[in-house]
């Protein structure tokens, strides 16, 4: 690795694994994944709050150490992953007098603090702001306002808001094994950055990251983010409902998943079987696909059921044109496209990472929807960053301040 490129490392601490990934940027913004580590976590989280606090230190250890091996980088700060369904999010508008006679930066910045000027309860903090658009002078759409005249300066943004107290136990289990942490990444926007294309946010599309304990939602409208949800189901609750339904430890319903799991009954052959171990003494027996998959099917058409409720009940959904993209780990479940598409009644696709090079020989293994959110957490980081960079006292700077108040 060059001295001259930086190291980011994602945290993805996630309801059944913990996910870290490792990126080296080269000075002209080249992005490669260097290092990764998965940790099993299967008792530290539920629906993606903290529940056992040295579990999740002791997952969270595990991967940053393998991923620590692979690359020969000593891990001090990570970039961490937010999801639960404590995540809020509301849209929100600032204006602002120009000061001079063109926008300058003082006045972007000004006008992004009046939108974050949102009523919030007191255990609750803001996590994430993403500027929609300018409006000059009523002139709107605009990306860039930075140079141009006008008097009068308004912006559009989707402020996401979290528990303090989710925040702060995420953040323990973190630096209790230590780590300090650089920034907070909602899941959902982390995601949406590593599998959507401009053209589908300019039509209206939404993105439902389908992780073990949640499933977390995005919305684009006219290329701005309109909407953030989280629905607190996911994948373990199917590897749950196989363990109980064939009698087995929740290990081995979780393999039966993934080797024979799938979401249409009518899809699986009647000759497709598999040797199981039983819970308690461990005996083996067959288990046949299609019966699997009379287990798995009513979760999976569940789970769309409430992505598809939120997204009624909360925002009218006739603006995804695009239709819907499916990530996550569960996205790799057979023929859940097209049940998915039965259900929400819009057309989906599977998300997968865009890679573009072999990345020392993660490429393959990084386009799989469950490293989504671990990849999109440095796109979107260092998306951001740019923009920061050139705002001085951003938003990731005083969350670094508001991080050290509350959790040092």
Known sequence: MSKNENVI???????GKVTTLVA??????RVQFVGKG?????????????????????AINESVTEADKICDVHIKSVLLGLSGEHINSINSHGVVTVRGREVAQTDMDRVVEQAKNVSLPADRRIVGVEVGEYIVDDQAGIKNPRGMAGKRLEVKTHVVTASIAMIQNLVKSVTDAGLQVEDLVVNALASSEAVLGEDEKQLGVAVVDIGDGTSDI????QGRLAYTAVVPMGGRYITRDISIALRMPPAEAERVKCRLGSAVVNSVGPEEEIEVACIGDGEKKIVKAQFVAQVISPRV???MANVRKKINEDIKGSFISSGIVLTGGTANLRYIKGLAEEVVGLPVRIGRPVITDDNMGFAELLRDPAFATAVGMVRYHLRAGRTLKETGDGLFSRLGKWIEKFFQ
Do not use: C, F, H, Q
């Open 9 to 15: 490392t994602a945290l993805d601490v996630g309801t």
């Open 24 to 29: 080296t940027v080269s000075p002209d913004g």
């Open 38 to 58: 998965v940790a099993k976590n299967p008792d530290g989280l539920i629906n993606g709050n903290v529940v056992n606090m040295e579990a999740t230190t002791r």
């Open 218 to 221: 995005v919305i684009y409208k």
């Open 301 to 303: 058409e569940e789970i």
